[in-house]
């Protein structure tokens, strides 16, 4: 079957796609979108957290037939949408995007693929590089994800509101302090922001 | 496979009428994993997501008529004050993301004797809403659990609602799991305070094959209460009521050994369990529904 959706403000169409397939393989396997990652495939590790309509959701349990006409936010779109976000809906002179450029739109090339160094991040981004929380980098994008929605709603989360919404994402490196660190930090520069 | 999209629920009934094997998927929680696992391949997936009536809730007078597809994360925001014991239940859920797309339609459906959401509900009393093309019934929840991950639906039939007792009093909800989050409850129970039947209802999980109530249990306590004045006088229960009722709780349940436990742990943490719930909401009673009055 064929699913028409939106990825990252884009709107996207993926063929042939299996009824029984997740969005996960959709984003990983037809649009070219590996940043979110597949590991237990049964929603326990939060690492293919994407935004579904806004809401984060692990992608390996929706189907994909269910994302049809409905939007997708996925870590490779985290810097433009807190861009967007920052300076309102739209003020930020979003350009209009068809199809066409869709399917011509390309990645642009970092300079250095390891620190990511001359790309755009969004905040929480940096701030998990700046903490240091990303070790292999394995749980990082659903991580970001589940973090960046949570400072969305809640600007000064306490501990334990960090760690109530990351409970959803494991990480078997960091022991989870650095990642704590960072979503303070995080939450410390939205706030020196406004 | 086939994956229908009925746009809506008289279309999703038409469907299902007319393909009673479709598998209903709604959040996604449990069938995608089993799709993902190969452990299913249904003929047809009948996805519910476009039915915007599934995801809406009605307050009544005397009962929540929530639909099916409610997210969990929902019922937290929103009906704490109305079902306590079933927004308890709720947030012992898996993970935000998980809350965010399953609901109680779902745990219904799939009926494993470890969902969250029954204890709450067989403790706060429900009625589940099954509807097909041939019309609509009102199942109680003490008779939808028929086996394990099995229920009283008809082939024909999916779930519409479920019409939930608003809370005369308070309800505890209680999980034994090796962490707070993403845990399948080793055992569970729901306890609900109803001042004005002056009666405790019980919900069991992971225990038995079903969910399943302590009517025993309930039945001791019922008339250890009235025996003793407690709904009147306000007193804290006699440890030694406590302890039977904890006892008889303990009793009600037929577990198994699993990975996640053994039987004889679970019919211990469940009398744990029975004690504990009933104490921090009798406490409840006795601190602010009897103050206040509302109870004569």
Known sequence: MR?????????????????????????????????????CEQGECGSCTVRLDGVPVCSCLVAAGQVEGREVVTVEGLAEYARQRACGTDACGMSHVTRDTSKNWQPKPPSDSHTGEGTE????????????????????????????????HNPNPTDADIREALSGNLCRCTGYEKIMDAVRLAAARQGEAV | MDFLRPASWEEALAAKAEHPTAVPIAGGTDVMVEINFDHRRPEYLLDLNRIGDLYEWETGEESVRLGASVPYTRIMEN???????????SHTVASPQIRNRGGVGGNL?????????????????AEVEAESVRGTRLIPIDDFYTGVKRNALAPDELIRAVHVQKADGPQQYSKVGTRNAMVIAVCAFGLALHPETRTVRTGIGSAAPTPVRAKVAEDFLNAALDEGGFWDNGKIITPSVAKQFADLCAAACNPIDDVRGTASYRRHAVGVMARRTLTWT??????????????A
């Open chain 2, 282 to 295: 009798w406490e409840s009673y006795r601190g602010t529904t009897l103050q206040k009055g509302s109870v």
């Open chain 1, 121 to 152: 991040l969004s905040p929480i981004q940096q701030a998990f590089i700046d903490a240091g929380a990303v070790q292999c980098g394995f749980c990082t994008p659903g991580l970001l994800v589940a973090a960046d929605e949570m400072l969305e």
């Open chain 1, 3 to 39: 699913v028409n959706f939106t990825v990252n403000g884009r709107p996207q169409e993926a063929d042939d796609v299996w009824e029984g397939e997740s969005l996960l393989y959709v984003l990983r396997e037809r649009l070219g979108l590996p940043g979110s990652k597949n590991a």
């Open chain 2, 79 to 89: 009906l704490r004050a109305e079902l306590p014991g079933l927004a308890l239940a």
């Open chain 2, 109 to 125: 459906g799939t009926a494993s004797p470890a969902g969250d959401a029954h204890p709450a509900l067989l403790a706060a009393g």
